[in-house]
């Protein structure tokens, strides 16, 4: 067991057993980081109130039934009824070592969920704009953490792949030819196709009548019609897939799951809602009117299930989705990272979902709400022109900005080394200013601050990582070389023993929270502790049993970052 916190809550939980009786043996013994010792356990202040006692009073109960002499070097009561608790540094010692030769670095394997996740979602023939970078990130960054853990990760790349639009679309197809110059921009400028669509379809009256036509054809299943759609799919894939790969993130063909594959449930849907009372018509539509849902002066607000006009919305879809992720995926947990404002959409679809028994009481959604990225007017990042930022277009400046600055510092490298270390600087820059935000807060794009190598940025952890990797070719060995073992003498190199420890319970806590911010600050803290340590405890210059100790403290410290980083889909490149 590497979690010190973990061992700690074991033995004081044993203590409030032994010292109150088995009914508070399972009591939460609050065990906390302390500025006075290295943990303290707050439940004394919790337990009194309940006991009737005063806080100190019972905090002595607990200290006398405290089997903990051999984690522990110091046990004290502060203040109103603290239980500060110093570990033993040859306790350390000892689970710093093991972290050399697990390959999990102390992370535990939880009892694996079936988890669905809905994450990036972009639209068939329409470019990726800036808007779709959060949600892409970190629900890869959520997917990758949670399969870390145990987890049974199922992507759903829920895709604007059917409605209205694609009647235009394909008759702007049928116009240009399928396999024209201007087909082909669906592969690589999307908007141009799209918007050329739309043009001839709001300027002539005979194309918005076969784009009509065609949408019809396209609903009723019209072979013809479906396999120049499955044609629109196919060339946009092949977009999707240049950004994936840039964005170096694991979606694949495998994990898209559009609208279109619900469209054959929508009937039932509908039907079902109906049958059981759920939902009703209202003014010529099918509405779902749940309690505590209400507009302006107390008026319900509906959750449209079916249009006046027989045709079917985002609330049928998603519907949908929930009984097939519940269903047919057999999902334990339902993860949608999707954009802050779709909160009460959501809502009211679980809410339905619930009302219709789709989604037991033992399946729990959440709602990873995603932030907007602003530009340095503090509104949403666009362009002059006031349009969204093509996200291609983003990936590719950071990645020139990049350029810039390994060029200028490392001129002794060839061009394709630099080139390879200002891609994954550039990316990773991009990805970790992303996801080092709280999901739901909106932050400020600013390429010179992603781009820095001080601060909380993926530079500087990137730097990091290969500042250590040089320690160790000067040195003239490999960290897996760096086999201890480990003791500790200076308070720099049991500051870091003790960061290092952190690594397990961070990557749990993100798992269970949804909130990769948290490894990002995690991560950040390292570096500086590692910082310090370097600074106060020569490593090479070191000799004897000393000298390996440190060696193997700073190889822990690489792999903890390297695979920390890789948690978060960024890349630490061998040399910056």
Known sequence: MADPQEVLSRRVQSALGAA?????????????????ADYQANA?????????????????????????????????????????????????????????????????????????????APNVAKEMHVGHLRTTVVGDALARILEFLGHNVIRQNHIGDWGTPFGMLIEHLLDVGEHSEDAELVK???????????????????????????????????????????????????????????????????DLAGESGYNDMLGAICDELERKGVAQMSEGALCVFLEGFTGREGKPVPLIIRKSDGGYGYGTTDLATVKYRVEQLKADRLVYVIGAPQSLHLQMVWGAARAADWLPDDVTPYHVQIGNVLGSDG?????????????????????????TVVAETRPDLDDDSRAAIAREVGIGAVKYADLSVSHDAEYTFDFDRMLALNGNTGPYLQYAAAR??????????????????????????????????????????????????????????????????????????????????????????LRVLVRGLELLGVHAPERM
């Open 20 to 36: 109150f009786g088995a009914d508070f043996a399972e009591t939460d013994p609050v065990i906390r980081p302390s500025q006075f």
């Open 44 to 120: 004394a202040l919790a337990l009194a109130k309940r006991l009737g006692r005063k806080p100190r009073d019972v905090a002595s109960d607990i200290v006398a039934q405290l089997d903990i002499d051999d984690v522990c070097r110091e046990v004290e009561i502060s203040g109103p009824g603290f239980v500060n608790l110093t570990l033993r540094e040859e306790w350390l010692a000892d689970r710093a070592q093991d972290l050399l030769t697990d390959p999990r670095f102390g992370v535990p394997t939880q009892s694996p969920q079936n988890i669905p996740i809905d994450y990036s």
């Open 188 to 254: 690589t400028d999307p908007n141009a196709f799209y918007q050329a669509a739309k043009a001839k379809f709001d300027a002539s009256a005979e194309f918005a009548e076969r784009a009509r036509a065609r949408v019809v054809a396209l609903q009723g299943g019209e072979p013809e019609t479906l396999r120049l759609w499955r044609e629109l799919v196919d060339l946009s894939k092949v977009y999707f897939n240049r950004i994936y790969t840039k964005l170096d993130v694991t979606l694949t063909d495998d």
């Open 379 to 403: 509104k949403i990042l666009r362009t002059r022109s006031g349009q969204p930022i093509r996200l291609m277009s983003l990936l590719d400046e950071a990645i020139e900005r990049a350029s």
């Open 468 to 557: 250590i990797r040089s320690i160790f070719r000067r040195g003239g060995l490999s960290p897996e070389e760096a086999t201890g073992p480990v003791t500790l003498g200076e308070p720099a190199e049991r500051q870091l023993a003790l960061a290092l420890l952190g690594f397990g319970p961070t990557v749990r806590t993100v798992g269970d929270t949804l909130e990769p911010h948290r490894l990002c600050g995690y991560l950040f803290d390292l570096a500086q502790t590692f910082t310090t340590f370097y600074e106060n405890c020569p490593v090479l210059r070191a000799e004897g049993a000393t000298r390996e100790s440190r060696l193997a403290l700073t190889a822990v410290t």
